[in-house]
């Protein structure tokens, strides 16, 4: 008997055109021999493809016939999205250790930098010590102040520490006549945070015990000498005293009873008093004060930046160099005019800010 197929293809071969149902049937058979061969061979594709590169998408159960040209391109593309995945992840990685990195560098150049910075500061100011002007800070006359105003000193020794820490040209700085475990130590530990560790000199004796009396000078603006430079060979004296009852000359006269030569800034030589609503001038500055102008004019070699930087507004004086924009001074002082031995006259300053700091 003839199968559909072989039927088919006598017909066919024959010319016949007529279709009847067996030929329809032959048709649909031929059809589905034709898909299954091409199943077959897609699938054999499939497993070689698996075999090769272990990764091969497969087609839905529904779909038809694809050209390799198809299934190549699909290969191709596929594996662009996952070369493309694959990177974008691993660029992510990157970033996040290198902001990690970054993190970590950054705190360890801040430490770095931090400990740095000390040690250059600290070996700075070490080297005052050899080679660096000596400032004694006076603090034998704590029986002459409150409690807030030894709470004001030890603010004040703080304040100037800390500029002679910043200081280009540090000086060497000693404490005399500072007993431990008094209400001034106490004051000085607890507002300022690693006093015990202050790079300076710091003894229960007084500064007359250290030092010279040659060598000495007592700063203080009761002085008739005005101090014009600052000698590295000398020892700079300030009286640690806060006072707001204003005790007449009490620095000078210590100074006095032990021999010292005194001077004063030159405040009056180049200052002048300025107009101010409560007519109040003084020039009575603070120690950390006095110390900034002192260790600006080491640097600059200038008495007006010096004062500019040490005397604060609040004084009432005003740079003259300054009236020259618009701003008004207060009128001169009274003088009086005494005369000495051998002919020579001395002028006096009459003003009622004459009082030691």
């Known amino acids: 008997m003839m199968s559909y197929v072989e039927h088919y293809t006598c017909v066919k071969e024959n010319g016949h055109l007529g279709r009847t149902a067996l030929h329809v049937e032959a048709e649909n058979a031929n059809c589905v021999l034709v898909q299954e061969e091409s199943l077959l061979k897609f699938f054999t594709t ?47 990685e990157k970033r996040k250790a290198k902001q990690a990195e970054s993190a970590n560098a950054g705190i360890s150049q801040q430490l770095h930098s931090k400990r740095f910075l000390k040690a250059i500061t600290k070996e700075r100011v070490l080297g005052a010590k050899d080679s660096g002007t000596r400032l004694c800070i006076d603090l034998s006359m704590t029986e002459h102040m409150s409690r807030k105003e030894i709470s004001r000193l030890a603010a004040q020794i703080r304040r100037l520490y800390g500029s002679n820490k910043k200081a280009a040209q540090p000086f060497w700085l000693y404490l005399t006549g500072f007993m431990e475990h008094s209400l001034l130590y106490n004051e000085c530990v607890r507002m300022n945070d690693g006093f015990v560790n202050y790079i300076f000199n710091r003894t229960e004796n007084s500064f007359l015990d250290l030092f010279s009396l040659e060598t000495m000078v007592y700063l203080t603006p009761d002085s008739d000498t005005v101090l014009e430079d600052v000698d590295p060979k000398k020892v700079y004296v300030l009286g640690g005293l806060v006072d707001e009852s204003i005790q007449k000359k009490l620095t000078y006269h210590k100074a006095i009873e032990n021999n010292l030569q005194t001077a004063r800034l030159p405040i009056r030589e180049y200052m002048v008093k300025n107009v101010n609503i409560k007519n109040f001038h003084s020039e009575i500055l603070a120690i950390n004060q006095v110390f900034d102008v002192l260790v600006t004019y080491r640097e600059t070699q200038s008495w007006p930046d010096a004062l500019k930087a040490g005397v604060p507004p609040g004084k009432g004086f005003l740079l003259r160099d300054k009236l020259a924009g618009g701003e008004r001074s207060a009128p001169p002082s009274p003088q009086l005019t005494v005369q000495e031995g051998g002919g020579a006259t001395q002028t006096h300053m009459l003003s009622a800010f004459f009082s030691s700091p």
């Open 46 to 92: 499939l497993q070689v493809d698996s075999d090769s590169n272990s990764s091969t998408s497969a087609p839905d159960g529904g779909a038809s016939w694809c050209s390799k040209n198809v299934l190549r391109k699909q290969r191709h593309w596929e594996k662009i999205v996952t070369a493309k995945k694959s990177k974008r992840k691993l660029e992510k």
